[in-house]
């Protein structure tokens, strides 16, 4: 990350912190949603009969979730830009409205197929699942059409189906019409379904550079320079259909990046202008949302995926969010586990990450580290967490402390759990 990068984070988390309350009352941050149905496994396939065979993970949508996906970032998008204008005329027959929205659908599909510039096969994989297929299902086209705005209804399903086809670029797109600034709930909407179509178009794309990865392998060039960068810059030296989506995936704030312990080259969404009018356009709230879609992973088979100097920064941004939002089923556990995580390598290490040098003193950096979590005048999860070991180790030269021998993996969580239950504060003054 350079500087004028972690330089907006700082500002980020400072505009977060400001508007963060001293404490939260629990009815008005414990409401449930109902939890949206588990992710199921999915193959995207090769097209090479006896090339690699590519296993995602993807959200398999059936009939019986066809609804739930269109009430998950599509609804409210859908009365948005219905046209108030439109007559829809009700003398038409039923089939026959049905047949005609079918074919405007194809429309849009079409389109999108040329913005994102993928082959029949991959783009089947990106429609997969959308809620059009409902109006081939008799019995729900019998039972909307006994209503006498069935044809409503009808188009209702188009319209939701073609927000379901809009990519990530055209999203951000829409939201400059319709800003969210003031709307939390909506904001995290717009996000689980916004996250849900980077990680498909993450996982097609990933699939394409398997498909050619004899070519990346075997394309020559100075070592010394990164490859993804380089395959960007000369794609027309590559094969057509790599080409072409390396020619439209920055649009949709995609780059290739090589992996610094794998060394695999990967499509990897990043921090673009189009991504930063995010900021603006949703609730303060999800700022920590909006800059794991960028920043993730944290850890990568236990190492650290940043410089321990700048897992302050990260922390406190990600705990602004968790202590801040009201929990989804989406969004929320997956940031918290990997709070967690990011915490807990820098509080206890492990076999690759060592904290304490040969002599059992806490090594410097870490030091510095574990300071700035503890400096907070506000009652944070981390400053009660890292407040009274950062004190005892002080007052023993930075080589023990027995809150740190006794601190679980999960403390962090909990403290998280006492602030939302309002207690953290009395908590800390208690100690």
């Not at 909307?144 to 188009?158: G, H, I, K, L, P």
């Not at 939701?160 to 951000?172: F, N, W």
């Not at 700022?287 to 940043?306: A, D, H, K, R, S």
């Not at 180790?393 to 809150?403: D, F, G, I, L, V």
């Amino acid at each position: 990350m350079d500087n004028d990068q972690f330089e907006k984070r700082m500002e980020l988390l400072k505009k977060a912190y400001d508007r963060v309350p001293s404490s939260f009352h629990p009815d008005e941050v414990f409401k449930k949603i109902d939890e949206t149905k588990p992710p199921e496994r999915l193959s995207i396939p090769s097209k090479k009969k006896r090339g690699i065979r590519q296993h995602v993970t993807a959200w398999a949508v059936g009939i019986s979730c066809i609804f739930l996906i269109g009430l998950i970032g599509t609804g409210v998008v859908v009365d948005q830009n219905r046209n108030a204008n439109e007559q829809i005329d009700h003398s038409v027959p039923k089939k026959e409205y049905i047949e005609e929205l079918k074919k405007k659908f194809e429309v849009e599909k079409e389109k999108r197929q040329k913005e994102l510039a993928l082959d029949d096969h991959y783009f089947d994989q990106y429609v997969q699942g959308n809620s059009i297929s409902i109006l081939n299902h008799d019995d729900y086209v019998k039972s909307v059409s006994q209503n006498a705005n069935a044809n409503d209804r009808f188009y209702e399903d188009y319209l939701r189906a073609v927000e379901q086809l809009k990519t990530p670029a055209e999203m951000i797109d829409d939201l400059l019409l319709n800003p969210l600034s003031e709307d939390e709930e909506k904001s995290i909407e717009f996000l689980i379904h916004y996250r849900k179509k980077l990680e498909r178009l993450s996982m097609i794309y990933n699939a394409i550079l398997t498909d050619h990865k004899q070519a990346i392998d075997s394309y020559e060039m100075d070592p010394t320079v990164d490859k993804a960068l380089i395959i960007m810059d000369r794609r027309n030296q590559f094969p057509d259909s790599l080409q072409s989506i390396l020619s439209t995936m920055s649009k949709q704030s995609f780059q290739l990046r090589t992996s610094k312990r794998s060394g695999e080259i990967k499509a990897h969404y990043y921090n673009t202008i189009h991504h930063d009018r995010l900021y603006d356009l949703l609730h303060h709230s999800v700022y920590g949302y909006i800059q794991m879609l960028v920043e993730e992973p944290y850890t990568y088979g236990g190492y650290l995926e940043y410089p321990l100097e700048e897992t302050p920064s990260i922390l406190s941004m990600m705990e602004g969010t968790l202590m801040t939002v009201e929990e989804d089923s989406t969004l929320y556990p997956i940031m918290k586990a990997q709070f967690t995580t990011l915490f807990n390598v820098v509080l206890k290490g492990d076999n690759k990450n060592v904290v304490f040098d040969e002599n059992g003193v806490l090594l410097s950096e870490y030091q510095e580290v574990w300071r700035k979590l503890a400096d907070s005048e506000k009652a944070t999860p981390l400053t009660y967490v890292m407040k009274p070991i950062v004190e005892e180790m002080e007052a023993s030269n930075w080589r023990s402390s027995k809150t740190w021998d006794r601190t679980s993996y999960y403390a962090v969580e909990e403290a998280l759990v006492l602030y939302k239950e309002g207690q953290l504060e009395r908590f800390m003054n208690e100690d």
